[in-house]
């Protein structure tokens, strides 16, 4: 037994043998970048870290077997979305099954939402971790196991369940280590961002900030709780430099949920982007509150390609039910001005909040279709555990409290008043109007030139996404 070993691992969430079939893995791939980054503080403190993620190798048991026979690690880490912790628990069992003796260590939001719950239903984890995990990932390797005095964790005394209570001494993003990503395998070919996101290949995300200043009702904020912190200028423009240098990166998305917040370390990270060009384009996501004309112009001289918004629905009603700052106004026009800077537009929506109606969503696909915004996302409304709805969700609506079918792209929520079958026709109805736009068409027909390499990937997977289409039809027709 490697006491002093760490493997950490992405769960797939669901059978290995449907990873073929789901669309949204086959549009979106993205490192772990969480797990890249304990893995290498970890080794920063002279420990042995590695990385298996089974979303991009579904087929991983085999693999994840051989390596606990082979390297006998003392601690095995998942990192779990409400989707993919059932899966991280059989993956556990069969690791304890192999090595009784290597302890089990679940983080996550799904896990920092739950806390005590995990242990006390889940023998198989040994510990969670609440909160970001390179500091209690550390302590507990270090103390041989002993959880007491470490911050941050759950873990069993004696058969009784005991959570330390939560980190104090959040992490000092510039003082990490960048992360990992010789680590990952197959990085940074294997991982890719949805297609006609991006101008140029091989890309990747990144992450520059933790937290959130805002509290959408929607929103599970169980990880980073009420904490907002943002590497420096400095820092991400080296961050960009070490992606380029060493694995020929040409496009990031920032994946932040406010990366403009600070706009002095945007505009410093532009201008040195600009004086110090290092030939990659970038996307973000925004809030409308956090940008202004002369930013989006800086942005996009220092090669921003695209920017995301988080729109959710185009009733002003709704939205101020849900969100705070509930401005549509002002919303359009920083989506004009992003466009007049020559920068796309992507819009995040949601469908299914609570409140939701046929005519709410009637005026969120007429506010989009009156909007120059080039390409979209529809989530499905999702009740995840530490999100502010989750409290009182069964009074608001249907519920079907089913994990590993809370992944956003189920109907797992249906709000009093509706029904699924309307919330799924008018979600079907929204794709096909937006997709069979003129307008729309020709955004994508100018892709063939300005993201070549997405035309591949959708020419490649065409049977795929018409074999999906067809299959919601079906289920909407049946309804």
């Known amino acids: 037994m490697d006491k002093r070993r760490v493997l950490l691992i992405y769960p797939l969430g669901y059978d290995a043998q449907a990873a073929g079939r789901d669309i949204s893995r086959m549009a979106n791939l993205m490192p772990p970048l969480g797990l890249a980054v304990i893995a290498a503080y970890l080794e920063q403190h002279g420990f042995t870290a590695d990385i298996i993620d089974c979303f991009a190798y579904p087929d991983s048991d085999r693999l994840i077997d051989d390596y606990v026979r082979r390297r006998r690690p003392g601690y095995i880490g998942a990192t779990c979305t409400t989707a993919g912790f059932l899966d991280a628990v059989r993956i556990f069992g069969r690791i304890k099954k192999l090595s009784p003796e290597t302890r089990a260590v679940a983080g996550g939001p799904h896990v920092s939402a739950l806390r005590q719950r995990i242990l006390q239903e889940y023998p198989q ?144 990270f532009c201008r040195r982007m600009i004086d110090e060009p290092l030939g990659v384009t970038f996307n973000c996501a925004v809030r409308a509150e956090h940008v202004d004309p002369d930013l989006l112009a800086l942005m996009k001289k220092a090669s921003c390609w695209m920017i995301s918004l988080g729109i959710e629905t185009g009733d002003p009603e709704l939205l101020a039910q849900h969100r705070q700052n509930a401005d549509l106004e002002l919303m359009a026009r920083t989506i004009h001005d992003i466009h007049r800077a020559g920068i796309r537009v992507k819009g995040l929506f949601m469908i299914g909040l609570p409140g ?123 309804a």
């Open 125 to 268: 984890v040994d510990y969670a971790v609440v909160g970001e995990g390179e500091g209690p990932m550390r302590s507990l390797v270090e103390a041989g196991g002993n959880a007491a005095g470490i911050a941050g964790v759950v873990y069993r005394d004696n058969g009784k369940v005991v959570f330390s209570g939560f980190q104090k001494d959040l992490m000092d993003l510039d003082a990490l280590p960048l992360p990992a990503y010789h680590k990952i395998e197959g990085f940074p070919k294997k991982y890719q961002l949805p297609i006609f996101n991006y101008p140029r290949t091989p890309n990747t995300s990144c992450i520059s900030s933790r937290g959130c200043p805002y509290q959408c009702s929607y929103c599970d904020r169980s990880v980073f709780r009420r904490s907002f912190r943002y590497n420096s200028a400095d820092y991400l423009y080296r961050h960009v430099q070490f992606l380029k240098e060493s694995f020929g990166i040409r496009h990031i998305n920032f994946y932040d949920d406010q990366f403009t917040f600070n706009r002095d370390r945007v505009a410093t």
């Open 356 to 478: 939701e109606t046929e005519r709410s969503f009637r005026r969120t696909m007429e506010y989009v279709f009156s909007l120059p915004i080039d390409d979209l996302n529809v989530a499905k409304f999702t009740p995840f555990p530490g999100s502010p709805l989750y409290e009182n969700i069964h009074s608001l609506g249907t519920f079907e409290e089913d994990w590993e079918k809370m992944d956003c792209m189920n109907t797992v929520f249906v709000p009093n008043g509706m029904t699924r079958e309307q919330l799924e026709a008018l979600f079907l109805e929204f794709y096909k109007r937006y997709y069979t736009r003129p307008k729309t068409l020709w955004n994508f027909v100018s892709m063939l030139w300005k993201s070549p390499d997405s035309w591949k990937r959708f020419l490649a997977n065409a049977g795929s996404f018409l074999r999906f289409a067809r299959a919601n039809r079906r289920i909407v027709e049946k």
